[in-house]
């Protein structure tokens, strides 16, 4: 059973620009979370995707956006960085509304 | 809204020194609290779901208790390798989970 991978595992990258996040959920897993996490904060939820729609979301601009594949891998894209952007990105899978997340290790993103 | 307050923010321990972690919520319908384990850089690793009050759970050296109003984890003698950030977090009817800010934990030799 393979668990969840994340890509790339750190990115830099100038205000303005825009990046894309993935993540392949866990084996069996039909439903990914992204949530961000800022230095010495806990994670925050940004959104969730089930069946390809998004099925929830946290207080983020809509210059977050996101994409669910076929396949339940998904992406984050955020456009128009600001240095505020810099945190580890988590994607968390899980099946349906079933409560136990798993969560990747993690994008680190940085915004200079 | 759903809030999660942890506490102490960080703790020093020295192993053999037994512990609790407190983890202070509201939530409108609880449907499961969570404590979570995370590395530096790493993601969450899921310890624990408590769902009622009077539930406790083990793992280890570690048990999850829940109140109407609190969760507390109990480290007991810890080792240097359960050093880390202990998170706690809580779900309502909706898909998300609220986290606390965490307890840096640190087992000293």
């Known amino acids: 059973e393979t668990g969840v991978t994340q890509s790339p595992t750190h990115l830099i990258k100038t205000r303005g620009q825009q990046v894309t996040l993935r993540c392949s959920s866990q084996?069996?897993?039909?439903?990914v979370s992204w949530y961000q996490q800022a230095l010495g904060q806990g994670p925050q939820f940004i959104f969730q995707?089930?069946?390809?729609?998004?099925?929830g979301r946290g207080n983020f601009p809509p210059r977050f956006s996101g994409l669910q594949f076929p396949n339940y891998s998904s992406e984050l894209n955020v456009n128009a960085l600001e240095l505020d952007d810099s945190a580890l990105y988590l994607c968390?899978?899980?099946?349906?509304?079933?409560?136990?997340?798993?969560f990747g290790s993690g994008t680190r993103l940085t915004v200079v | 809204e759903d809030q999660v307050t942890q506490s102490p923010e960080a703790l020093r321990l020295q192993e053999g020194e037994s512990s609790s972690l407190n983890c202070s919520y509201t939530?409108?319908?609880?449907?499961?609290l969570f404590w979570y384990r995370q590395d530096p850089g790493k993601g969450p690793e899921f310890l624990f779901t408590?769902?009622?009050a009077g539930e406790e759970k083990e793992k280890e050296r570690l048990k999850a208790t829940l109140t109407k109003k609190e969760s507390f984890l109990h480290i007991t003698a810890p080792k240097p390798e359960d050093s880390a950030t202990y998170l706690c977090?809580?779900?309502?009817?909706?898909?998300?989970?609220?986290f606390g800010k965490g307890t840096k934990l640190t087992v000293n030799p």
């Open positions: 968390a899978s899980s099946f349906g509304d079933r409560e136990l997340n798993t």
């Open positions: 084996s069996g897993h039909n439903t």
């Open positions: 995707y089930y069946r390809e729609e998004e099925n």
């Open positions: 939530v409108s319908g609880l449907r499961g």
């Open positions: 408590l769902y009622s």
């Open positions: 977090a809580v779900k309502d009817g909706s898909e998300k989970l609220v």
